[in-house]
């Protein structure tokens, strides 16, 4: 790697966010995710189960799916991490996931609502969530590499943010004009949708997994080209049982380590109440709002616009103040704004009546996302350089494998705990209130905290 020039290692690395970014804007959050949504309570209405009912057992599944999912991605987010670390080699492991998120994103082209499959549909779902969470571990490790500053990483990782939702913004822009139909039968500009695709089978909509997964392929080129492993000259022969008894022995000196300890559970819980609402939001809209899946995906670009201007800000903020600041900011913003999601209602704001027909619980919705995606994008990306802050240099990887198990390890719990309040409830709007609790668990782990970790000198 020292080979490359810093300027196009930095820039091939930004390009990873910006090749997986679809996974999470397009197919996680305001296409694919609304629309398994929508066709599944579809589909359970026209069985005879009441609407409210459908809606939320519909969520249900999407929870169900992503729990079970999230328990795969921790169970094995630290062996890979530690593998990584003790083989010296990263980059064969990003092309495997990689391979693994363009078969999951592609095969989503196989949901027609008319022979719809929930099992196979969260299966291939499942397969690119995880190749994309995987080759994340790999390249996030590249971030301290990148820069012999370690005040300039949280620009950088700022900045890589931002460019990454850049990205995101101009694959959801391709897809609202070019392919997803709006109820008039023409995308938003007008036009049929490309390539002759059928409303009727909803291949407007279904498009929305190759999509990603060609803009993955392409894009994730200037990342290949400009990586390189640094210690692939001396790599050492991968032995599973030497890294598992090395990773074991990381966990049990977790205790010695206590900032990094409540660091990574302070980041587990804030970290998966922010996946609670970015999975779930554009579901939300659209069965407690009534919206398409074409106003979810102008919701999206206002959220995601935001978080790009915000993730680029906070970067330079990073870089002054250092992450631990912006964190606590984003988390307490987050906290604020689950409660204001959680009492909207076609007829109400914060318990507060309002005139039938208003439309400020739509206005209030966008601008809640507008905060999400903002303080979302900004938490993220200090989070991440204050991993760098925390972390052994010497066991890096490993590290961000650790950071990716305290991401995951709960990951199935916000989730879960949706889907069984959905269940309960039978409430999509009250579903997703247990987000609120896991932003202001982690926001209270903070106080154990130190600003530059356990390892500094």
Request: glycine share 10%.
């Amino acid at each position: 790697m020292s080979a490359m020039s810093k300027r196009k290692r930095i820039w091939g690395w930004y390009f990873f966010d910006w090749a997986s970014q679809p996974y999470n804007t397009l197919i996680l959050t305001f296409i694919f995710g609304p629309y398994f949504a929508g066709t599944l309570s579809d589909n359970l209405i026209a069985e005879g189960m009441a609407k409210d009912a459908a809606r939320a057992q519909a969520q249900a599944y999407w929870g169900w799916g992503l729990a079970v999912t999230g328990i795969f991605i921790a169970l094995l987010a630290p062996v890979l991490g530690a593998i990584a670390d003790n083989s010296g080699r990263k980059l064969p492991w990003i092309w495997l996931f990689s391979l693994m998120y363009f078969v999951g994103s592609a095969a989503l082209w196989w949901t027609a609502p008319q022979d719809f499959s929930v099992l196979w549909a969260l299966f291939f779902f499942g397969i690119g969530l995880i190749g994309m969470e995987f080759a994340t571990i790999f390249t996030n490790s590249y971030l301290p590499e990148l820069d012999d500053d370690p005040a300039e990483l949280g620009r950088i990782s700022g900045s890589g943010w931002a460019f990454g939702y850049v990205g995101g913004l101009i694959a959801l822009v391709i897809m609202l004009l070019l392919f997803q139909a709006t109820p008039n039968g023409t995308t938003l500009i007008g036009l049929n949708p490309l390539f002759g695709m059928d409303t009727a089978s909803k291949a407007d909509t279904r498009i929305v997994g190759p999509l990603s997964a060609i803009w993955f392929a392409v894009f994730m080129i200037p990342f290949f080209l400009f990586t390189r492993d640094t210690h692939a000259a001396d790599a050492k022969r991968l032995v599973i049982g030497d890294t598992l008894r090395t990773l074991v022995k990381t966990l049990k000196g977790l205790p010695k380590h206590p900032s990094l300890m409540a660091y990574l559970g302070s980041s587990m819980f804030y970290r998966d109440g922010l996946n609670g609402l970015y999975t779930f939001g554009g579901i939300y809209a659209l069965g407690v709002l009534g919206w398409t899946v074409t106003q979810v995906g102008i919701f999206g670009i206002v959220a995601i616009i935001a978080g790009a201007v915000f993730c680029w800000i906070s970067g330079r903020v990073d870089r002054r103040v250092g992450p631990m600041p912006v964190i606590i900011v984003c988390v307490s913003v987050l906290v604020f704004v689950s409660i204001l999601i959680v009492t909207i209602t076609p007829q109400s704001i914060l318990f507060i009546s309002i005139s039938e027909g208003s439309n400020l619980p739509d206005v209030t919705f966008f601008i809640a996302g507008a905060v999400i995606g903002a303080a979302g994008g900004a938490l993220q990306a200090s989070s991440r350089n204050m991993m760098t802050r925390q972390a052994n240099p010497e066991r890096i990887t490993e590290a961000f494998g650790l950071y990716a198990l305290s991401g995951k390890a709960t990951s199935f719990l916000a989730p879960a705990l949706i889907a069984i309040t959905s269940q309960i409830t039978g409430s999509q709007r009250l579903g997703v209130s247990p987000v609120v609790g896991l932003f202001i668990i982690g926001l209270i782990l903070l106080i154990w905290v130190k600003p530059k970790g356990d390892f500094s000198k």
